[in-house]
């Protein structure tokens, strides 16, 4: 940790601690109700804001999965609007995809990878210098899209950080029995990239190793693939039960090297802050978050003429008369 500057721990910590709340308090919305369904970041948090923070927000643009909450808080998305995805108030949330930079919530497996490799390459013709970063899991990299876009990738040089996070398990399907070799980061000397692979639950490590990797990218060097090596501690999502396909004990070590405990320990071991200023951050993150699920849950519900908008560019005859038909049930 003492080669980051304390600022950015500092920075990293309150990023890592709210989405670690607000995690919390995501799960306390879908049992009570208010969400249909979500997915934990628990134990990721270090992967995703490591790698976010290491970002320009005005000239990069994430392309994210269903499970980068946390990257979307330090990446500078309104959150309320992001949660509202998991509400179900609108596919992919309310916030601004082109002027948060951060793409919709993609529950495609490997979908966000070949839309961060067109927008690199349309980045580079345009002349401008912004970096993509795919996010995807380690159960996506058996996926073909994301073979062919990594391919793709390195044969035009396209400025992409593909970021693997590898937690483990595919849902209910271990690494032994999805990745041959043993490492996804191995597979990069196969598309004429650097392969990194990083502790995913050292958030100083991920923000260095994509740091440099944008960097790369930036300098016209081509693309990079990352695999950060962490855990899903929790379920896949709110209706999986990880207790029929896995072992509670492997749990166990890894939530031993919960990436917010290490980051804390680490911070106060090169003296970027005390225990006193970390308490106060503490707080602040717990105050965002429950700010956040107060917004999120008190949202208005969309109206419903909004299921006739969006569905073509140009309406139908049909999609005109289901419209009248819908209306004409409302003001009964």
């Known amino acids: 940790m003492d080669h980051l500057p304390p600022d950015l721990t500092r920075e990293l910590y309150r990023h890592m601690r709210t989405a670690r709340d607000l995690d919390t308090e995501a799960i306390a919305l879908q049992r009570q109700g208010v969400f249909p369904a979500y997915v934990s970041v628990r134990g990721q948090e270090a992967a995703q804001v490591g ?14 999965t269903y499970r980068e909450m946390a990257a979307a808080q330090a990446h500078g998305v309104d959150m309320v609007d992001y949660m509202a995805s998991h509400r179900a108030l609108w596919h992919g949330g309310l916030y601004d995809v082109a002027a948060s930079r951060f793409g919709a919530v993609n529950a495609v497996v490997g979908g966000p990878v070949p839309h961060a490799v067109g927008w690199a390459v349309g980045e580079r013709l345009r002349g401008d210098d912004g970096v993509a970063l795919a996010y995807f899991g380690d159960g996506a990299s058996s996926e073909g899209d994301v073979h062919e876009s990594m391919n793709f990738a390195g044969v035009y040089g396209a400025p992409v950080v593909f970021f693997c996070q590898n937690n483990q398990w595919a849902l209910s399907v271990p690494n032994d029995r999805q990745v041959a070799g043993g490492s996804i980061s191995a597979r990069a000397q ?4 650097p392969g990194v692979l990083v502790d995913g639950n050292d958030a100083g490590a991920v923000h260095a190793a994509t740091a440099e990797a944008v960097a790369r990218a930036r300098r016209g060097e081509g693309p990079t693939l990352i695999e950060a090596l962490t855990y899903r501690v929790e379920p896949h999502s709110t209706s999986d039960d990880p207790g029929r396909y896995r072992d509670g004990a492997e749990t166990e070590r890894w939530l031993r090297r919960d990436p917010v405990t290490l980051l804390r320990e680490a911070i106060l071991a090169a003296g970027h802050a005390d225990e006193n200023a970390l308490a106060e951050a503490d707080a602040a993150a717990l105050q965002e978050a429950r700010r956040i699920r ?17 569905v073509f560019r140009e309406s139908t005859d049909e999609l005109a008369r289901q419209r009248r038909t819908w209306q004409e049930e409302v003001e009964l």
């Open 51 to 64: 790698s976010a923070t290491a970002l320009d927000p005005d000239r990069d643009f994430v392309f994210p």
């Open 190 to 193: 196969g598309y004429g990239m």
């Open 294 to 310: 107060d917004g999120v849950a008190a949202a208005p519900e969309p109206d419903g003429a909004e299921l006739f908008t969006h």
